[in-house]
């Protein structure tokens, strides 16, 4: 039997050691998930990620194996920005090329009369949920490829007099079990008085498009704490960033089954800006910039775990870059500088590469987009 090297560092487990160099490679092949349960073999496997050779092995693999929802060769797939250009005018453009360095205009539906334009969540199958940002009153369902516009229905709230009603969109995806399209939103009433403001009347509903209706339900869930950078959907879950007794949670909410799950954050009194969520290699992402010019990126590896938040890069300095603002294929994330200039960073080799694109005066996102020739109509069959 070979000798381990006198200069080999090794893994203890029990009355058992094991050199790094066997069981760095079998342990960076596991999903985060399995690796926080295996922890408690040994004392040196809690501290894993703290490790710069397994965390770059871990990544390496994370990256080779992870199957985005796109191909980079794919056709029909596109990166869509939204920016805002000046006083109610939102563009949206196709970029195209290997660096992303043209863009074609898209031209917005006639009918849509919306004056604060956001896309909620993603492009999902090739449509968008273009949403009213200034009061969240008035949604539609857009698919560019079909050129189909469905304006959703209102809810069941009330606007009388007597209260303010405030609507919250939360998340838009796909319920791949009943092949259907939905939208979670949630409604609360406010009273305004001298001394404090009375919330009443609070309920959630989820909107779906095959039967062109709202679903009224009275889950405690914690609503969403910003707009901005606060919302994705990945595998039939809308996620968002909540708040419960001040303390920072990421909601998740499974369409399918229309329940939810909660997460603690990673980092504490999270706020506006501080934190963006992202999808990264298949799994829900957490980019940290609270001191604007390095980025921390952590994955969720099991919803519900506080514990399973693993930090992957470090990414610092970023002088001039103002905030993330969407992720492509092969882990680039997009940044707006503070010029308003549009940039990225390849996560893996550290390069940044600016691609000559204004985003817009003050706000911008970037969201993929597959072209999708199939019908609303064709979802109601």
């Known amino acids: ?12 487990g029990a009355n058992n050691y094991i050199p790094e160099s066997i069981v760095f490679p079998i342990l960076s092949k596991l999903p985060v998930k399995s690796l926080k349960r295996f922890s408690c073999v040994s004392k040196s496997w809690t501290h894993l990620f703290e490790n710069p050779v397994f965390i770059n092995m871990f990544r390496k693999n994370l990256v080779s194996k992870s199957h985005s929802l796109y191909n980079d060769d794919d056709d029909d797939v596109y990166f ?17 090329g290997d660096k992303f360095e043209y863009k074609l205009k898209m031209d917005l539906p006639s009918s849509f009369h919306i004056r ?26 857009w698919n560019p490829a079909t050129e189909e516009v469905k304006v959703i229905p209102p809810g069941s709230a009330e606007f009388q007099g007597q209260f303010t009603t405030e609507i919250v969109l939360h998340g838009f995806g796909y319920d791949h079990v009943t092949d259907d399209y939905k939208l979670i939103q949630h ?46 959907y990945l595998n039939g879950e809308c996620h968002w960033w909540g708040k419960v007794n001040n303390e920072s949670y990421l909601v998740s909410f499974n369409l399918c089954k229309e329940a939810f799950l909660i997460t603690p954050s990673p980092i504490e009194n999270v706020q506006d800006g501080d934190v963006d969520l992202v999808v990264l ?23 519900g775990v506080k514990e399973s938040w693993i930090k992957l890069f470090d990414v610092e300095p970023l002088f001039g870059i103002e905030q993330p603002i969407g992720t492509v294929m092969k882990g680039k994330i997009f940044f707006r500088k503070k010029d308003g200039e549009l ?10 590469q600016e691609i000559g694109i204004e985003g817009g005066k003050s ?16 979802i109601n069959m």
Not at 1 to 12: D, G, I, L, W, Y
Not at 343 to 352: F, K, V
């Open 187 to 232: 409604v609360s009433y406010i009273t305004f008085n001298e001394s404090s403001d009375d919330i009443h009347g609070l309920f959630w509903e989820i909107y779906s498009l095959k039967s062109n209706s709202w679903k009224k339900f009275n889950f405690d869930i914690p609503v969403r704490d910003w707009i901005t950078g606060s919302d994705v």
């Open 343 to 352: 940039a990225y960073i390849d996560l893996i080799t550290g390069l940044i």
């Open 363 to 378: 706000w911008c996102q970037m969201v993929i987009y597959k072209k999708n020739l199939r019908r609303f109509g064709a």
């Open 281 to 303: 290699y298949g799994h829900v992402a957490m980019i940290s910039n609270r001191n604007k010019t390095s980025f921390q990126i952590s994955i969720l590896g099991e919803f």
């Open 80 to 96: 869509v920005l939204h920016q805002y250009v000046h006083s109610f005018r939102w563009d949206f453009y196709v970029l195209c």
């Open 1 to 12: 039997m070979a000798s381990t090297s006198r200069n080999e560092k090794k893994v203890s």
């Open 116 to 141: 604060v334009i956001r896309i909620l969540g993603s492009a999902m199958n090739g449509v968008f949920c273009i949403y009213d940002c200034d009061n969240h009153t008035m949604a539609a369902l």
